[in-house]
């Protein structure tokens, strides 16, 4: 079983950033493949990024292609979103995910594991 928890998101004006922090419990976080996805209000669930096991290997939707950048730490069992030239478009609750196939996937539902989420408003 694994835990994951979000924090960092928060009220920002366009163009600002914010980072994302996933904290996960457990012994075998390194093993995960991890990924950002967000839902904005009436939306559904868009995915936004992932990430190998290793963090060699990355794929963003093409909405935050070179905006944002997905990151981890294996010894700090952390999953990282850092985002750059926020729009209100990208305002939604941010989900971290982890996915214990090891294979990177931009499918919610290939996911295991699910956060809280953590509000991120961008005000125009």
């Known amino acids: 079983q694994v835990q994951l928890v979000e924090s960092g998101g928060g009220l920002v004006q366009a163009g600002g950033s914010l980072r994302l922090s996933c904290a996960a419990s457990?012994?075998?976080?390194?093993?995960?493949?991890m990924g950002w996805f967000r839902q904005a209000p009436g939306k559904e669930r868009q995915f936004v990024a992932t990430?190998?096991?290793?963090?060699?290997?990355?794929y963003y939707a093409d909405s935050v292609k070179g905006r944002f950048t997905i990151s981890r730490d294996n010894a700090k069992n952390t999953v990282y979103l850092q985002m750059n030239s926020l729009r209100p478009e990208d305002t939604a609750v941010y989900y971290c995910?982890?996915?214990?196939?090891?294979?990177?996937?931009?499918?919610?539902?290939?996911?295991?594991?699910w956060g809280q989420g953590t509000q991120v408003t961008v005000s125009s």
């Open positions: 995910a982890a996915d214990a196939s090891g294979i990177v996937t931009t499918k919610g539902s290939n996911y295991d594991y």
């Open positions: 457990g012994h075998t976080f390194s093993s995960y493949v």
């Open positions: 990430i190998s096991w290793n963090g060699v290997g990355t």
